[in-house]
């Protein structure tokens, strides 16, 4: 049972550039959670999906966009990265759509923008 | 006032120990709450959720919740230094019918043989 994978696990990008970090659940979950991690900050939410077919802003979704392809994906598309942008990227699902229910999380993403 | 607030730490106790996590938030209707444990370059990993006022025992983890004062805090005992990580408060924010998780900062322990 795989849980959550993210890809790519480590990329560095030029400023200016874009990328999409990809997320899939095979856990039947219906909520997915994009998260920033930068030292000393904890865990930022960045858009999250309840459910197929919708999205919403979280703490930090400016210079993001998300996309819930289907109830198993749910991709993170940076359209011009900016050196604040570089951080840890972690994914996680959740059983039902309230969040009543602790994330199973993704091992991260280490994006570098220089 | 951030949402979910922790002490940063480091929090250093001796193996054998009682570690002592505190955490305090915002939101008066929130009514979930947890711990994650998180290793150095790992993801984090749930150990404990709590959603009624009083204590919850799991092992050596104990959390205590406090609705009336907003404080959820999680105990350790007889520390090991194997539970040397940091650990992240996590409180439920709803929003309609659906809910986030807010994240304090995380509290790093240091467990020292």
């Known amino acids: 049972n795989a849980g959550v994978t993210q890809t790519p696990k480590f990329q560095v990008l030029k400023t200016g550039q874009s990328m999409t970090l990809q997320c899939a659940q095979d856990m039947n979950h219906n909520s997915m959670y994009w998260y920033r991690q930068d030292p000393g900050m904890g865990l930022r939410l960045i858009y999250y999906?309840?459910?197929?077919?919708?999205?919403d802003k979280g703490e930090v979704p400016n210079g993001y966009n998300v996309s819930r392809l289907n109830k198993r994906e749910f991709s993170l598309r940076l359209e011009s990265a900016a050196p604040s942008q570089t951080s840890v990227y972690f994914c996680?699902?959740?059983?039902?759509?309230?969040?009543?229910?602790?994330?199973?999380f993704g091992s991260g993403t280490r994006l570098t923008v220089v | 006032q951030k949402e979910v607030e922790q002490n940063s730490g480091p929090l250093s106790v001796p193996e054998g120990a009682i570690a002592s996590l505190n955490c305090t938030y915002s939101d008066r209707v929130s009514q979930s709450f947890f711990w994650y444990r998180q290793y150095s370059g790992k993801s984090p990993e749930l150990i404990m959720s709590?959603?009624?006022?009083g204590d919850k025992e799991d092992g050596r983890f104990t959390a205590q919740l406090n609705k009336a004062s907003q404080y959820v805090s999680l105990l350790i005992r007889d520390s090991q230094p194997s539970d040397s990580a940091t650990y992240l408060c996590a409180v439920n924010i709803a929003s309609g019918n659906t809910g986030k998780l807010i994240f304090g900062q995380g509290t790093t322990l240091q467990v020292k043989p």
């Open positions: 709590i959603y009624s006022n």
């Open positions: 999906s309840a459910s197929e077919g919708t999205t």
């Open positions: 996680a699902s959740s059983g039902l759509g309230t969040g009543n229910y602790g994330y199973t």
